[in-house]
């Protein structure tokens, strides 16, 4: 088995009830956002340094889905780009921590822990797994 199939069946095992889907499906990619707001606000060099790394760490696993990552990073970086700094902080603050309530409201309904309390690198994996899945469903391979 590859090993992006495996991260990503971990991942699912703990993301089987549909509430708790749907509140990741939004929260995730939120999460994502907030965060590289929050290291953006900063400095965008950290931000950067941090979009790279985890394309590094995309590349080991699925050049397709590193590739999707990296649109994604560019669009966000796109719109950080945009809002004002002043703003920036506060914005991705409040983002981030009513997208982690979320979270952690989902995975109460789904009575399992957060992937990442096993393994930090999973919180790399919540956007690919729902990269992967958009994949899936467009009949793409990665």
Known sequence: MRAVDQML????ESHRNPTNKRIHWVCVPLIQFSTLGLLWW???????????FSL??????????AAGMLLISAAMVAVLWKIPRDLLLWVSASVWIAAWIAQFV?????????????DIFFLLVGPMWILAALYRRWKLAY
Do not use: D, N, Q, T
């Open 56 to 65: 590094i760490w995309y590349l080991r696993l699925s050049i397709p889905l």
């Open 106 to 118: 989902g995975h109460k309904l789904e009575g399992k822990k957060p992937s990442f309390f096993r």
């Open 9 to 12: 069946g971990e991942y699912s």
């Open 42 to 52: 900063v400095h965008p060099y950290v931000a950067l340094g941090l979009i790279v």
